[in-house]
């Protein structure tokens, strides 16, 4: 069990990571999943570039490392006690997200959403920014 999974696109990697490097030195554990590539032939690629090449994967339903990070990922959220959306953030997140509340985990939202949509309501609790939210933990 861990105490969070910060979840987001992976394209935003790098604000990701220094969230969970945050959470972290507060001494918390704290799910990555940006700590695997997205693209385990490139490892060093950006995110975007990373993405791309995972994206355009032509089968991805019979594809290996999809399926890993499906599981990884999914193992990572049902871990969490408390699951942290970092927005902006994809259809995929918001999944995850939905899954959490589905679970009745503690959820967090932290960034402005481009547009209101009223199953924000699932969050427990909702911060403008990362600093906002590292004061609070």
Request: aromatic share 10%; net charge negative.
């Amino acid at each position: 069990m861990t105490k969070y999974s910060v979840i987001g696109k992976f394209r935003n990697k790098e604000t990701i990571q220094k969230l969970v490097g945050a959470i972290k030195a507060k001494g918390y554990d704290c799910y990555d999943f940006t700590a695997k590539p997205a693209d385990p032939t490139n490892p060093n690629g950006t995110g975007d570039e990373q993405m791309k090449a995972l994206e355009s994967h032509p089968d991805y339903p019979n594809d290996p490392v999809h399926k890993h990070h499906f599981e990884t990922d999914l193992k990572g959220l049902l871990d969490a006690e408390v699951v942290v959306l970092l927005l902006p953030a994809g259809n995929s997140a918001h999944m995850e997200a939905g899954i959490a509340y589905g679970l009745h985990k503690k959820t967090i939202l932290i960034g402005k959403p481009e547009k209101p949509e009223t199953l924000y309501y699932i969050f427990d609790e909702h911060y403008d920014s990362e600093e906002d939210f590292l004061k609070t933990i």
